[in-house]
């Protein structure tokens, strides 16, 4: 694991929550985690997914739709799925896939 070098860490996300301005406080020394780039890959793909179809119209669909909804569903996951697992996913090409 990687250390934090600089205890003074500016977070421009969370400067909007009032918390001192977006600065924290590292205690010198601390673990960071590694990073993990597929776990990215399959939050962006999960927000895809989600962003178009929530897991309750994801269920209802697979209950309930007409074949052509089912099918329109599983196209659109399929094909964010194929983005995720590609050899070098480009997230401007995440973004052009359409339910």
């Known amino acids: 694991m990687d250390y934090i070098e600089n205890i003074n860490e500016f977070d421009e996300g969370a400067a909007c ?16 985690p590694e ?11 999960e927000g895809k997914i989600l962003s178009a179809y929530s897991i309750q119209q994801q269920l209802n ?7 052509e ?4 569903m599983g196209t659109f996951i399929d094909a964010v799925l194929a983005w995720r697992g590609g050899a070098n996913p480009d997230f401007d090409e995440l973004e052009k896939i359409q339910p």
Do not use: P, S
């Open 35 to 45: 990073v993990d780039a597929d776990h990215y890959l399959r939050a962006a793909a």
């Open 69 to 72: 909804e089912v099918e329109a």
């Open 61 to 67: 669909i697979v209950r309930r739709g007409k074949k």
């Open 17 to 32: 929550l009032n918390l001192d301005g977006g600065w924290f406080d590292y205690t010198e020394g601390t673990e960071v």
